[in-house]
């Protein structure tokens, strides 16, 4: 089997992109960079279509090009919240053209790494001393870089270790990043404030808690315990001696990211173990923790053919705590059944906050419509003892449902948001969960589920 890209070696490869010197932190700096990358992008635009008007070809697929690289460049430096939101984006593929979804995949697994003197300073910072002091070894090279921090590899002990480093000035960055984007987004949107404001908070929680390492730390092991009795997974054990504020310490898992596992083209009973595997984890917490790890994107896990197949689950810094009352409700979507009981239907989207009383009929029937559309789609793995979720003809209802969605002019002048802002990152963890079966082809018993026990 190929090398996984994060196992240590004697002579690990040296990052494939620059090393970061320097981060903008400020809202001055960060609001500076925005407004660079826009000249840039708007420069390409001139350049297409002057091109055109002399008769020159000039293909769209290339200003996507241009511009998703020059976008997906400043993000990459900017790190934060702007570089997770491209990371969330690229989990949706009928969001963005190819250009851009390609660029903004890379997010998920690889972007500029802090360069080694700013790496050291982070544990002087945080230690007093150097990782050179903290740890038997330690490679100042990380082994994986991405949106709020980077991994290298350690040792202590014998113990093989990945230490996560947050990169400088990120809790600061996603205050001021957002009120940065926000008066832009309402006035393109054309919203009110008060009409976005809880789902704007929603969003800020999660990105500010993402940067709590010590909650990642107490979630992480928490939720490994409560799940210890699902088989198939694996869970690195924390080290909060050698953890800080802007640190974290964990065992270094085995195995490989998706894309570098499936090259290795697993039997159909590893890809069916693996994908029963995280279909049952995050049952579990979806009806029983009340909580779900909600970064499902492919960077999160690794994957082995051990024991038939078993899964690593990686950073617990996004989870989705689910107050009792949305979930009962968004368990009762999923029910078998729902779609045939229309009263039922309307009462729930009622009380989810999709229906208004002041809803225009036609407004109405539009929700209702999408909704159901959308719910007869989505749902049907909920609602059969198995499904194969590597069916082609699945995916590509799910793919025209995105494409007409998109395209309901109706629906594109309903523009206010609806529904509880809880719905953000339950959604965002089924599409990311749904898209990982997808990648697996994985056979999965999914069924009608237990009745909810009490967390």
Same mark, same amino acid.
């Given at each position: 089997?190929?090398?996984?890209?994060?196992?240590?070696?004697?002579? !690990?490869?040296?990052?494939?992109? #620059? $090393?970061?010197? @320097?981060? %903008?932190?400020?809202?001055? &700096?960060?609001?500076?960079? =925005?407004?660079?990358?826009?000249?840039?992008?708007?420069?390409?635009?001139?350049?297409?279509?002057?091109?055109?008007?002399?008769?020159?070809?000039?293909?769209?697929?290339?200003?996507?090009?241009?511009?998703?690289?020059?976008?997906?460049?400043?993000?990459?430096?900017?790190?934060?919240?702007?570089?997770?939101?491209?990371?969330?984006?690229?989990?949706?593929?009928?969001?963005?053209?190819?250009?851009?979804?390609?660029?903004? !995949?890379?997010?998920?697994?690889? #972007? $500029?790494?802090? @360069?080694? %003197?700013?790496?050291?300073? &982070?544990?002087?910072?945080? =230690?007093?001393?150097?990782?050179?002091?903290?740890?038997?070894?330690?490679?100042?090279?990380?082994?994986?870089?991405?949106?709020?921090?980077?991994?290298?590899?350690?040792?202590?002990?014998?113990?093989?270790?990945?230490?996560?480093?947050?990169?400088?000035?990120?809790?600061?960055?996603?205050?001021?990043?957002?009120?940065?984007?926000?008066?832009?987004?309402?006035?393109?949107?054309?919203?009110?404030?008060?009409?976005?404001?809880?789902?704007?908070?929603?969003?800020?929680?999660?990105?500010?808690?993402?940067?709590?390492?010590?909650?990642?730390?107490?979630?992480?092991?928490?939720?490994?315990?409560?799940?210890?009795?699902?088989?198939?997974?694996?869970?690195?054990?924390?080290?909060?001696?050698?953890?800080?504020?802007?640190?974290?310490?964990?065992?270094?898992?085995?195995?490989?990211?998706?894309?570098?596992?499936?090259?290795?083209?697993?039997?159909?009973?590893?890809?069916?173990?693996?994908?029963?595997?995280?279909?049952?984890?995050?049952?579990?917490?979806?009806?029983?923790?009340?909580?779900?790890?909600?970064?499902?994107?492919?960077?999160?896990?690794?994957?082995?053919?051990?024991?038939?197949?078993?899964?690593?689950?990686?950073?617990?810094?996004?989870?989705?705590?689910?107050?009792?009352?949305?979930?009962?409700?968004?368990?009762?979507?999923?029910?078998?059944?729902?779609?045939?009981?229309?009263?039922?239907?309307?009462?729930?989207?009622?009380?989810?906050?999709?229906?208004?009383?002041?809803?225009?009929?036609?407004?109405?029937?539009?929700?209702?419509?999408?909704?159901?559309?959308?719910?007869?789609?989505?749902?049907?793995?909920?609602?059969?003892?198995?499904?194969?979720?590597?069916?082609?003809?699945?995916?590509?209802?799910?793919?025209?449902?995105?494409?007409?969605?998109?395209?309901?002019?109706?629906?594109?002048?309903?523009?206010?948001?609806?529904?509880?802002?809880?719905?953000?990152?339950?959604?965002?963890?089924?599409?990311?969960?749904?898209?990982?079966?997808?990648?697996?082809?994985?056979?999965?018993?999914?069924?009608?589920?237990?009745?909810?026990?009490?967390?």
């Amino acid at each position: 089997m190929a090398e996984n890209p994060l196992t240590p070696t004697p002579d !690990a490869p040296e990052p494939r992109v #620059t $090393p970061l010197v @320097s981060l %903008p932190t400020t809202k001055v &700096a960060r609001a500076a960079r =925005f407004a660079k990358t826009g000249l840039k992008v708007g420069a390409n635009y001139v350049k297409h279509y002057a091109r055109r008007s002399v008769g020159a070809e000039s293909a769209t697929e290339d200003l996507h090009a241009a511009n998703a690289a020059e976008l997906y460049g400043a993000l990459s430096e900017m790190k934060g919240s702007v570089l997770k939101v491209a990371q969330m984006m690229a989990m949706e593929k009928n969001l963005l053209p190819p250009a851009y979804a390609e660029q903004f !995949a890379q997010a998920q697994y690889q #972007t $500029p790494p802090l @360069s080694g %003197p700013l790496v050291i300073k &982070a544990f002087r910072d945080a =230690f007093g001393r150097s990782p050179f002091e903290l740890f038997d070894d330690f490679d100042p090279s990380a082994r994986q870089a991405a949106s709020i921090g980077q991994v290298h590899y350690a040792t202590k002990n014998g113990q093989p270790l990945a230490v996560k480093v947050q990169y400088p000035g990120v809790a600061d960055s996603i205050r001021s990043d957002i009120r940065l984007v926000k008066p832009v987004a309402l006035r393109v949107l054309g919203l009110d404030e008060s009409q976005v404001r809880p789902y704007l908070e929603e969003v800020e929680t999660r990105l500010l808690e993402e940067t709590d390492y010590a909650l990642e730390m107490r979630r992480g092991q928490e939720i490994a315990a409560l799940c210890q009795h699902l088989p198939h997974l694996q869970f690195p054990h924390y080290y909060p001696e050698q953890s800080a504020a802007r640190v974290l310490t964990m065992d270094w898992l085995p195995g490989q990211h998706l894309k570098e596992f499936l090259a290795q083209e697993p039997s159909q009973a590893v890809r069916d173990q693996l994908g029963q595997a995280l279909w049952d984890f995050y049952t579990f917490q979806l009806h029983t923790l009340r909580q779900v790890h909600a970064d499902p994107h492919p960077g999160n896990f690794l994957f082995q053919t051990a024991a038939g197949g078993t899964v690593g689950v990686l950073d617990f810094g996004c989870v989705k705590e689910i107050p009792a009352d949305f979930q009962q409700l968004f368990l009762a979507l999923l029910a078998p059944g729902l779609l045939d009981d229309g009263a039922r239907f309307e009462q729930l989207l009622t009380e989810l906050g999709v229906l208004r009383p002041a809803d225009a009929p036609a407004q109405r029937e539009l929700y209702i419509r999408t909704i159901r559309a959308s719910l007869a789609l989505v749902g049907r793995p909920f609602w059969q003892p198995t499904f194969d979720f590597g069916d082609p003809a699945y995916l590509q209802q799910l793919y025209a449902l995105g494409e007409e969605l998109m395209q309901e002019p109706e629906l594109r002048r309903q523009r206010e948001p609806r529904g509880s802002e809880h719905f953000i990152y339950l959604n965002r963890t089924y599409v990311g969960l749904y898209a990982l079966l997808t990648e697996l082809k994985a056979h999965v018993r999914t069924g009608v589920q237990a009745p909810v026990a009490a967390a």
